[in-house]
Nanobody
Framework: QVQLVESGGGLVQAGGSLRLSCAAS????????MAWYRQAPGKEREFVAS????????YYTDSVKGRFTISRDNAKNTAYLQMNSLKPEDTAIYYC?????WGRGTQVTVSS
């Protein structure tokens, strides 16, 4: 059974950091691009960052460029989102999407 499980969310003060993880299981995900999305209360789900299956190219939405870093470890079937200089507007549920599957999300709350 294909499964993605996000972890690492929590409550942090503005300016702080969190590292999200997305652990994949059920099959090999190394040949698939991977992405992080987020959904804030009352808003639609939005793209945050993605990384090609080779790990050679990364993409970010403008609002997180220079603050977030996406990475992956294909040997561990795990991807990461390092989030620095967090802002209250980063508060959302963060989801990983990999190989057509979605995780259930992890809550990130940034207090001002």
């Amino acid at each position: 059974q294909v499964q993605l499980v996000e972890s690492g969310g929590g409550l942090v003060q503005a300016g702080g950091s969190l590292r999200l993880s997305c652990a994949a299981s059920g099959r090999t995900f190394s040949n698939y691009n991977m992405a992080w999305y987020r959904q804030a209360p009352g808003k639609e789900r939005e793209f945050v960052a993605s990384i090609r299956w080779t790990g050679s190219d990364t993409y970010y939405t403008d609002s997180v460029k220079g603050r977030f870093t996406i990475s992956r470890d294909n040997a561990k079937n795990t991807a990461y989102l390092q989030m620095n200089s967090l802002k209250p507007e980063d508060t959302a549920i963060y989801y990983c999407s990999w190989g057509g599957a979605w995780g259930r999300g992890t809550q990130v709350t940034v207090s001002s």
